[in-house]
C-alpha cells in the first residue's frame, strides 16, 4: 500500500520538500514490519517518520529498539548525504540519549571535514553540534583543521562554523578563531564569511572579540574601501 502510515499533513500545500522535523503517523506500524522493511524505509518521509516514532516509544533495554538502532548505524553515513535520509539522521541524532550517541558518533570520526562541505551532510554535522557535548564540537574542529577558512567560505560549511560558534561554551572558541587571525578582513567582506564574523560578536569572550576588533581597526581603510 503506497499510503502505509502517511504522516498527518504530508499532503497539505504548507509542507516543504525539506522537512527537518516529523509529523506522528496516525498509525503506527509494527516495529516488526519496519525492521523488516528499513532499507525502503529509510528512502520514504512517511516511513522515516514510522522509524522515528517507533524508536521514540520503544523503552529503553527493549530488544526491538536495539536492534532497529543496530540496523541503523551501518547506514548512517550514506543517509546522511541523501534526501530525504538526511532527515531520518537529523531526528535519530535528536532522540538520542548521552550513551546511545556516543556509539553513534562512531560512524562519523574521520568523515566530519567532508560532511560539513556537503548539502545535506552539513545539516548532520550541525546537529551533532547542536547536540550539546563539547566532546563532539571539538571533533568536529579538529577534523576542520587547515580547512576552517575554506569551510567558512563554503556555501555548506559557513553554517557548520556559525553552529560551532553558537554552541561552544565562552572559553572553548580559541582554537577556531586562531585558525582565521589574520584572515578576518578578507572574512568580513565575503558573502559566507561576514556570517561568522557576526557570529563571533554575539557569542565569544570580551577578549576573543577584542582580537577581531584589533585587526579591524588595523585594516579598517580596507573595509571601506
Known amino acids: 500500500n503506497p499510503n502505509y502510515g502517511r504522516s498527518k499533513g504530508m499532503n497539505q500545500g504548507n509542507k ?7 509529523d506522528e503517523p496516525e498509525k503506527l506500524l509494527p516495529i516488526e514490519l519496519v525492521i523488516s522493511k528499513l ?3 529509510c528512502r520514504r518521509t512517511d516511513g522515516i517518520s514510522q522509524i522515528i516514532f517507533n524508536y521514540k516509544k520503544l523503552p529503553q533495554g ?3 529498539k536495539i536492534l532497529l538502532k543496530k540496523s541503523l548505524i551501518p547506514l548512517l553515513y550514506t ?3 541523501e534526501f530525504p535520509g538526511y532527515v531520518l539522521v537529523q531526528n535519530f541524532i535528536g532522540c538520542l540519549s548521552e550513551e546511545e550517541m556516543a556509539e553513534i558518533m562512531a560512524v562519523f570520526y574521520g568523515k566530519l571535514n567532508e560532511l560539513s562541505f556537503h548539502t545535506n551532510g552539513c545539516r548532520i554535522v550541525q546537529k551533532i553540534v547542536e547536540f550539546g557535548n563539547v566532546k563532539y564540537m571539538q571533533q568536529v574542529t579538529n577534523e576542520l583543521k587547515g580547512s576552517i577558512i ?4 563554503d556555501q555548506n560549511g559557513n553554517h557548520v562554523i556559525q553552529k560551532l560558534i553558537e554552541n561552544f561554551p565562552k572559553g572553548y572558541h580559541r582554537e577556531l578563531l586562531l585558525e582565521i587571525k589574520g584572515k578576518i578582513s578578507i572574512l568580513s567582506t565575503h558573502q559566507f564569511g561576514c556570517r561568522a564574523i557576526q557570529r563571533i560578536f554575539e557569542y565569544c569572550e570580551e577578549s576573543d572579540i577584542d582580537m577581531i576588533l584589533n585587526e579591524v581597526n588595523e585594516k579598517i581603510e580596507f573595509l571601506f574601501s
Open 62 to 64: 527493549d530488544q526491538n
Open 39 to 41: 532499507q525502503e524505509f
Open 150 to 153: 575554506k569551510c567558512i567560505q
Open 16 to 22: 516543504t520538500p525539506v522537512m527537518q522535523e516529523l
Open 79 to 81: 543517509l546522511s548525504k
